[in-house]
């Protein structure tokens, strides 16, 4: 059984950082692209950042120049570098492992920016 287990969240002031882990289990991690998303309250679930197999990064326009996504395939780990952070940022955030025939999500960490 595929699990993923997301760390790091928190409460940071604007303009602080964070970073967020995501471990992976079951499953041979670095075949699959893998995913970071948020959902704030009131709002959809939306696209963060994505990193492929091969290490090809995404990011949605909100947080480009801000945030960094990275995976140490050796830990079976995604990461998510978040700088400068702003009051908007805070969401749950979940991590999320896919493929052509799989798709896995985290249970989700809080991310809280307020001063």
């Known amino acids: 059984q595929v699990q993923l287990v997301e760390s790091g969240g928190g409460l940071v002031q604007p303009g602080g950082s964070l970073t967020l882990s995501c471990a992976a289990s079951?499953?041979?991690?670095?075949?699959?692209?893998m995913g970071w998303y948020r959902q704030a309250p009131g709002m959809q679930r939306e696209l963060v950042s994505t990193?492929?197999?091969?290490?090809?990064?995404n990011y949605a326009d909100s947080v480009k120049g801000r945030f960094t996504i990275a995976r140490e395939n050796a830990k079976n780990t995604v990461y998510l570098r978040m700088n400068s952070l702003k009051p908007e940022d805070t969401a749950v955030y979940y991590c999320?492992?896919?493929?052509?025939?799989?798709?896995?999500w985290g249970q989700g960490t809080l991310v809280t920016v307020s001063s």
């Open positions: 990193i492929t197999s091969g290490g090809t990064s």
């Open positions: 999320k492992l896919f493929g052509a025939i799989l798709e896995v």
């Open positions: 079951g499953t041979i991690f670095n075949l699959y692209a």
